[in-house]
């Protein structure tokens, strides 16, 4: 599978492993991009590094320079970096390929944020650079590092100072300014980073050709993700469940309030989508979300150095309950639990004397202050729950002796030795602030992953064990079940004459030959015709308006809900029919559609459509006028998984009611799933545009599809 | 009104500005609490240090020490630190207050959270202490500490190194470890703090107590809580809001879920309540609610230094968009919106040449890579925002320049007086680690309120809003209207044979009195009483069991809706006095209730119940099976004011429903309120220990109580 993107794979790593690198537009200027640029490069492991500067400067901080690219004495100019304005991109670009550029970095703007002409550079730039097979970061981007290679391709030299270790972390970012908040927090809390990547404008180079690349990459262990908005989510979707199913992917999505996204709009030229949407994608993708750059860079650590946990029961260490308390209400809101300590575990806790007299040895384990004093004591008890078949992962609090003489340090070296033999994750909350910060450099040394707050601990510690159960649910291929030829022709035969809104009953002839019980509809153009209908289904009967013209019926005097006999059929159909002519005179009306009179029940919806970047989606929900006040719907790229649909349903804010409250039967959850299912087949097979069914009443063990409506394209 | 508590104040301020200390357990030996608070003492400025060391040692850390409190030669020790085991505390407090003791610290546990000796040793020491006119800060506490005297009376002298400059925040934890974490949190942001107070298990000191000092004390300008748990909440929601109406109160609030309830519970020995309640006292009280302690700190920073917004309208100033997006997602889910920029103002920003030729001159104003090397640029842009009256706040961003020499400062003082100048809040999102400290503390200097991130800037401008917002709402005392005798005089009889539950038709005789539309129920004994009913009420009807021994009527075949004529109910009748004495055959049946079928309609439920912590509180929300999947109900302290019931209205997750969704009329909001006051009054003011309208069914402009009960005591 892979194979078809090897060329993609090998320009990257000719673009962070440079034998030679051109800075276009070097200047000797300050206050130039081109000479913070150049210092970047210079900072640099590379071979070899030109200088070109059209203002023929001959050299330039201590480096020869050249007026032009084509003066460089060199054919094997691996990466060229571009600080140059706009206007001499194409030209230089051009000029770049010749000298055998595989990667570029355009830091200028001016591309497809501003207006029409610039997108249409940008078009040509990358068509340029899909046929010379050159991978360009940008336009309108801070550019990349690679910490492995110490190729720091961006117009912060400074990064080269602040990271020097290697790591394994891969940050990939949109936003250059975002790129540096994150690596801010990463000097800030002493974590490695591996690369970091700002797409900017994404000339040719997108979220997915990174993961693609991430996923095969060595020197990545986990990958951290900012995204404003995507173009085409498909395609995302595919490189990120390929990823994430090697290493974790985290994600933090961002320009979701309508304040966010024309910001994102105006600057990005990308529009970003309903957070629904997305949220559905990264779900599907088995990405692991995040709300803030700082939770971003704590949940890339935790993933980094930590073995996963096998389950979600956490043991806490403390010596003070206070911050124990917000650590378990943040675990628990993220579905973490506080494990029952065994038996065991409490006779040895007792009998070690690890507790004061009147502690009881109950989870959290509150050492009190005889632990903020003895802090040895935190090894024995982490021991102890190492033992304890019940715990899955440990959390533990403390704070500093900031600098008090008379408070014994703690032992990080041997806590973090435990630790790895317990083989369970320990986080460790520590309290201190940064500017103790060859603390947190020693808890980093010993191996364990220490947060300045028991909040962000419990969030990477749940994020931690978000990722080991996603990884245990790993996205399994979902399985092509072509759909019979009937259907297609059905659908063929509904388009026939082009693009149309198709009604009910068309739509509810699809779902049924899909085999969805529907409500059954019978169209009756006369009042006889009406009865024999009813008749042949049995009272009480709704009776609808059909008539291409007239969408919202019950507008128009065109429902009538629950008549028990003929009679009332009867009164009923005339008083429509006269009803609807003198509201719609011009409405063409061909009839009306009998159906049973499905009774009350817990009404959901499901339905899909056709997103322009993300192509067929299906869509779930709780139904009636409630979705509407509370929105409680998810979304999937489709064709989804049984699995998935299953995952879909527990998404459900208000699932409790498909549970079966106040006494009311239980929805049949499996039947719903398959009912997901299905949609997401037609609309992955089927050129359906957008389908719905809404109503769809649940009746315990089975589920009726009451009202329906599709477009074909 | 203060007066009351005038002494109060003076014992508080006795505490916080001793004129001698005595330090009772003082010790030699390094590892004892004694001998940190000892130290702590030292590091004070007060007159006299007494340190008490049973063992008989003549001094101790250099200084003279007493083999017991008597031998102190000095009558006037206003400040007691007891540091001795649990069984000694108890005389050694009486032998105290002969010595003139004021105030107390008590940091030893096994009181109150260990178990019932404890809780009646601490009942004893706080009778003991209020007799005597003592304030005591714990037991099981980390003590206090006041900046202002520099009085550490805590276990962590080097508290005194840290905080020096005077600051005028006071934070009131109960947890002494959150109180550490929050302290860490003033020293890494380099917020100056005024008072920390950590309150353990709260002998004769509760939160109450501190607000109502607080509120007089001319060192405090914001109050920071941390809440884990309230034993009197009505006492805490009247010192709040008193508080609050003078300067604003943060707080808070943690052992909301299941497992930090019981974590929060087994250490202070106090019970925490439901979010739901809290969150409505917070509300009602006025206080700024956050989520972390890193937000309480943010918040509590930005309210000691900015001047409040005079609306929600932002205007941000970047030199990268990435991070202005995640801003805006902040302030836009809480409410703030991105400013539109005036005709005038864009004419300003094109013709000063601050920004970059393709940068249309609009909010987020975004300087480009330009804005990142001119950083005077963003004083420019700060001024053009000032005098734009469509712009209530600022929100700046920009990133450091991390020490690459060839980036100018960034003019913080310039920005700062700027900001003064035009008087309007301006936070900054300032790009650098921790370990660029000093530019934090140059941004404290210059008077901006500055963050390492953006989504932390927003989120305390945020909170500064609705501060802002809350001070306009102010909470008038609730006028007291007293119900009429008539009223007080129903419920006496209901209750002249002791506390009991109240069916369907007393509560609603009740709710009828007091002038609430509820749905006519008639008590029918017999099947002719129950056809005379309801040809009284027109058809259709309901039918209902009574019976002082079923309370599910449903379950056992006791409820049959829609019955439309005389026939039906008398079937009805029959079955149902049949099937009831099957299924229930001990139970006493009373009759029937007949009442007219109402028609469907928005469920809503209203309701009052005596909490033992917080005494009447009202709720309301969405009713029907929904609710109990959303649990969408807010509450409040009874009584509540016509507008607190309206913010009850408006805070209702669903409230999109009461505003007429899918053509549906919408629902009369200030007659819910009406309803809402009203369940208040009576909570408030007659001995009711429960009551319940449920469902209340609304329809359009009015509504209908359908089903009620309550209980009296």
Redesign the interface.
Known sequence: MWDSNREGFEAFHAMFYPRAVAVVGASTH??K?G??VL?SALASHVEKIYPVHAGGAREILGVKAYPSIGDIPDDHVDLFLFAIPHEHILSSFEAAVVKGCRGAVI?T??FRE??QE?LEKQRRLRSMADEAGVKIIGPNTMGFYRVDSAMNAT????LS??FQEKGRITVV?????????AA??F??DRVPMGTLVCLGNRANVEFADMLDFCAHDKETSVVAL?I?GLDDVRRFYESAARCAAQKPVVVLG???????Q???R???GSMARSEAIYDGVFRQAGLIQV????ELVDTAKILDISPRPQGNRVGVI?????????A??V???KGL??AELSKKTQKALVARKVL?P?T?P?N?V?L??FGY??RRLYGDVLELLGEDPGVDAVLA?C?S????P?VAPFPMEAFGRKARQIGKPAVFVW?????A?EEFLAWKKAGVAAY????RAAAALANLWAASRRGREVQKAVKEKPLPESLHRFVQDLRSLGPRLCGETETKELLQRAGLPTARTVVAATEEEAVRAAESMGYPVVLKIVSPDIVHKS?VGGVQLGLNDEDGLRRAFRAMMEQVRRAVPEARILGTAVQPMVPEG?EVIVGGFRDPQAGPVVMFGLGG??V???NDVVFRLAPVSVDEARRMIEEI?????LEG????PSANKEALAHLIVTIGQLMDQLPIQEIDGNPVMVHGNTYTIVDARMSVF
């Not at 002796?401 to 008090?404: F, I, T």
């Open positions: 300050r206050g991009v000479n913070f210092r830091y703007a001016g501003a207006g610039g117009f912060m030299p400074v100072d602040f970012s949109q936003s250059g300014g975002v790129a540096g908040f801010i927090r000097v800030e900012f404003e961002a320009g979701y309030s309508a304040a966010g024309k910001v994102a105006s600057h990005t709300r803030t750059v700082e403390t010596h003070t309950a206070g911050p124990a308390v917000l378990s209400d675990l628990s809101h639990v506080l004061a009147f009881p109950e959290p509150d009190t202050t004093l003895d609090i704070i002796a900031l600098g008090d008379y309290g201190a602030p940064s500017c910060s300045a707050t028991a909040e507008d817990l006028i409630w509407e006040a509370f804010r208000g699932k409790k009611v409250l106040r006494g009311r």
